[in-house]
């Protein structure tokens, strides 16, 4: 990982250009536009947008929903690049922290990639190079025949210890799902490291936010154990750092949806998340409570850009405004790309 | 052809033999063609319900599938895919129904838990679950229709071939076979007839020679009298 959180932070140049990208975001009328076009159109609309660079470098290799997809990709990592470029001091390192979740997908993709013995052009299409991992590294990871060479590719970086201990596993059981879990254990377990133990008031929302997406994240997965019925420990995705419970408490709610709901509806996010636990209760699914839960760290970290204009939460306002736009596109794109109606692609669009 | 047949009462209980036997296959057939008929009947039906199961399926893992690319992006969900280890397995045994060999289609590994899929938790979400959990069911279902579509094809053409068994025996060997007694009985009787008559002819004409005889020595007996010699008495 690079060391650039040393010295002083640029909060008013990083903050005054991330209000100025977050003002040229799609807005709701774009999205109604949107849900309206063919894949054709929307590729057309994209064009004279933010996604022109992107739309032409691509054109000519990929078409349809593809086009949209690996187009959205390239500039929200073009994007969050900007945002590392800009950023010196401690503000980079807030919002590096939060944008390493690129790596753990690109290393991610890695491993899944030599799993499966896909092209290394396949792999390489699926990155989303918003991440700290340098150009070089990447090279490095897709050039990897083996698990082996792959984890050696990322030493010196959080993935690196995590990997290699999970190594024993996966060539013992042969399965990927230790590894993955490594990944995201690296990336969360470093997400919280290091950070100020007396902080100003916006690097404590911060630290709130961050503890929130750890809270919602150990939400998702005690809810899917939960509902799946599998025969997992709950502890093996537990994600330490969130307020809403320890590992002990997951363990015994992921055998009790109904338990876990109470719990949640008794929690700081109980408000938030009432209408979705209701739906849960209803059977509707567990799409809904996790498109709640976005929703909610999105309102959330809204609310925090414009408390504390001139802090890191502006920043980590636009990232989770920025991925939720690429997300909407490629809902829109892909929805009507499979021939879903006007009002399903709506229903699943998270716009605040 | 019944004139090539020799009319002989050994050809006709040949015949009556062979007509004996066909009549029976021809019972036994018809009552395997019914029984076929019932039991295709009832794959029928359930090869429609399957069928029609296999479609709803189908749109729905469609659907899951459409919204898990749309809402987690297409990398996404290939990843996911791209981790499952343990890919489904088709064993095929065979049972028998009236006579016809049809497959039985064991599957193992299809119907997977969370842990089983081979990708994360941590990573993934609820609608990439969805959409694995929607194509395991579907292709539970298509190989189920895969054993009752095979069996129903191969009991439609067992039951054509039967069908066309006792349409064979009824229409062509059993009037054949019939035609042919019918004719050797015929020419039967017409050898009887005319051996009778030709018995009758030799009798007569065996009688005629022996009144013809009788006459004759009648006539000599009568001669002998009248040429007897006169004596001297007289």
């Given at each position: ?210 503890r929130a997406?750890i809270d919602f994240r150990n939400l998702r997965n005690a809810f899917r154990l939960a509902y799946s019925g599998?025969?997992i420990?709950p502890a093996?995705y537990y994600i330490?750092?969130g307020r809403l419970f320890d590992e002990g408490d997951l363990r015994q709610l992921a055998s009790n949806p109904d338990e876990l709901a109470a719990r949640v509806r008794d929690s700081p996010y109980g408000e938030d998340l009432d209408a979705a636990l209701d739906g849960l209760e209803r059977a509707e699914g567990l799409v809904g409570f996790e498109n709640a839960l976005?929703a909610a760290l999105?309102?959330y ?52 | ?125 609820a ?108």
């Amino acid at each position: 990982m690079s060391i650039q959180n040393q010295g002083g932070s640029n909060y008013e140049y990083v903050t005054a250009r991330v209000r100025s990208r977050r003002a040229r975001l799609f807005d709701e009328d774009d999205y109604r536009k949107l849900t309206r076009m063919g894949t054709g159109e929307i590729a057309r609309f994209m064009e004279e947008s933010e996604y022109e660079t992107e739309m032409n470098a691509l054109g000519s290799r990929h078409s349809g929903g593809d086009l949209i997809e690996y187009a959205l990709n390239r500039n929200l990592a073009a994007n969050f690049e900007d945002l590392l470029r800009w950023a010196d001091g401690r503000l980079y390192d807030y919002t590096a922290r939060y944008l390493r979740k690129f790596d753990a997908w690109n290393v991610k993709t890695t491993l899944r990639g030599i799993y499966s013995d896909a092209e290394r052009g396949e792999v390489e299409d699926d990155f989303i190079r918003a991440g700290e991992l340098g150009e070089a590294r990447l090279n490095r990871l897709l050039d990897a025949a083996s698990m082996e060479e792959a984890i050696e590719a990322l030493r010196g970086t959080m993935f690196h210890g995590p990997l290699t201990a999970a190594l024993e596993i996966y060539e013992e059981h042969g399965e990927l799902v230790p590894l993955e879990n490594a990944v995201d254990r690296g990336f969360y377990g470093r997400l919280l490291e290091g950070l100020p133990e007396e902080p100003d008031r916006a690097t404590e929302l911060y630290i709130e936010f961050l503890r929130a997406e750890i809270d919602f994240r150990n939400l998702r997965n005690a809810f899917r154990l939960a509902y799946s019925g599998a025969d997992i420990d709950p502890a093996d995705y537990y994600i330490d750092g969130g307020r809403l419970f320890d590992e002990g408490d997951l363990r015994q709610l992921a055998s009790n949806p109904d338990e876990l709901a109470a719990r949640v509806r008794d929690s700081p996010y109980g408000e938030d998340l009432d209408a979705a636990l209701d739906g849960l209760e209803r059977a509707e699914g567990l799409v809904g409570f996790e498109n709640a839960l976005d929703a909610a760290l999105l309102e959330y970290s809204d609310q925090l850009s414009n408390r504390y204009p001139l802090s890191v939460c502006p920043v980590l306002g636009y990232v989770l405004a920025k991925e939720r736009e690429v997300d909407n596109i490629r809902a829109v794109a892909r929805g009507r790309e499979a021939g879903l109606g006007e009002d399903e692609i709506s229903e699943e669009l998270v716009i605040l | 052809m019944a004139k090539d047949v020799k009319p002989t009462r050994k050809n006709l209980m040949a015949i009556e033999d062979r007509i004996e036997l066909s009549e029976r296959g021809h019972d036994t057939l018809e009552k395997k063609r019914d029984g076929l008929i019932m039991e295709f009947m009832d794959i029928l039906d359930q090869a429609q319900d399957v069928r029609d199961q296999m479609d709803d399926r189908y749109e729905r893992a469609q659907r899951a599938i459409n919204m898990a690319r749309a809402m987690e992006g297409d990398v996404s969900v290939r990843g996911a895919a791209a981790a499952l280890k343990e890919h489904p397995e088709i064993t095929t045994q065979s049972k028998n129904i009236m006579g016809v060999v049809v497959p039985q289609i064991e599957s193992s590994k299809v119907k997977k838990s969370l842990d089983e899929r081979g990708y994360g938790v941590v990573g993934t979400s609820a609608r990439i679950d969805e959409a694995a959990e929607a194509y395991e069911e579907l292709l539970e279902t298509i190989i189920l229709a895969a054993e009752v579509e095979t069996a129903m094809k191969k009991m439609l053409t067992e039951i054509e071939t039967t069908k066309r068994r006792v349409n064979a025996l009824e229409f062509t060997l059993l009037p054949q076979l019939y035609e042919n007694q019918e004719y050797i009985e015929q020419k039967l009787e017409e050898q009887e007839r005319e051996e009778i008559f030709r018995m009758k002819k030799i009798k007569a004409k065996k009688e005629e020679e022996e009144s013809a005889a009788r006459a004759e020595a009648e006539e000599e007996a009568e001669d002998e009298e009248a040429e007897e010699p006169v004596t001297a008495d007289d």
